[in-house]
């Protein structure tokens, strides 16, 4: 099986190993550097419709890259799109949720799939959740996440509660409850108090297991990106 390694503990690159006949996929433009006797195409992988849910319910690439080794052994260098961490995961006898655009890399035994959850569940009575991608198969896959990642234990009888930018995926087997993070009662209320506050959409979890949470957060980071643009201090300043 392909080999994962992950170089340096800071802004990591991934180097994966092939011997002849393996593949492995990978996120659209991870791509750093390969060997000569590695080959490289473009694919829809599991199906057409499969990437075509990955693209429009998950914001997943509708192609993914697909490294094969095919008379001689070779390695790539991948690296994510976001500056952070990058974990390697083993499938199998634990299967895994990602979050969107935690998916780096997976040898040839791991699929993606879609499970779709109940979105009217998870805004009305605060549970449920959206359209989240989740392993299956055997193998090994690389997740990266904006920033440092951290494995955070949940325990039977108790709750952990992560923020949903903060998210990079979790053990299948937990139980989790996605709602808006704010005590205001009815819909109306938690939307309004949310945007005003800056309080977002937070997953409970609990059972046993893990969970694998990034320091940074994608949409706070751009949203700070876009309040030091001229134009954005000008209009805020009056």
């Not at 989790?176 to 309004?192: D, F, H, M, P, Q």
Request: aromatic share 8%.
């Amino acid at each position: 099986m392909a080999r994962f390694e992950v170089l340096s503990s800071i802004d990591p690159l991934l180097r994966i190993s092939l011997e002849p006949g393996e593949s492995v996929a990978a996120e659209s433009n991870a791509m750093v550097a390969m060997d000569g006797s590695i080959s490289l195409k473009g694919e829809t992988r599991g199906g057409f419709f499969k990437s075509l849910a990955r693209k429009f319910l998950n914001d997943e690439n509708f192609f993914q890259q697909s490294f094969v080794a095919d008379d001689e052994p070779g390695s790539v260098l991948l690296a994510p799109n976001l500056p952070g961490d990058v974990v390697v995961l083993d499938v199998g006898e634990r299967q895994y949720m990602l979050s969107d655009g935690a998916f780096l890399a997976a040898t040839d035994g791991v699929e993606l799939e879609t499970k779709t959850q109940s979105l009217g569940r998870a805004l009305l009575g605060n549970s449920g959740g959206l359209f989240l991608m989740a392993t299956q198969g055997h193998g090994q896959i690389a997740l990266s996440g904006f920033g440092s990642i951290q494995a955070v234990d949940v325990k039977p009888g108790q709750k952990l509660i992560v923020d949903n930018g903060h998210l990079v995926a979790w053990d299948r087997e937990l139980d989790y409850e996605l709602s808006i993070n704010t005590a205001r009662s009815g819909l109306l209320g938690k939307v309004l108090h949310s945007q005003l506050s800056g309080e977002g959409i937070v997953l409970k979890f609990k059972g046993e297991g893990k969970v694998w949470v990034c320091s940074r957060n994608k949409g706070g980071f751009l949203t700070w990106i876009f309040s030091q643009m001229p134009q954005e201090k000008a209009v805020s300043n009056g």
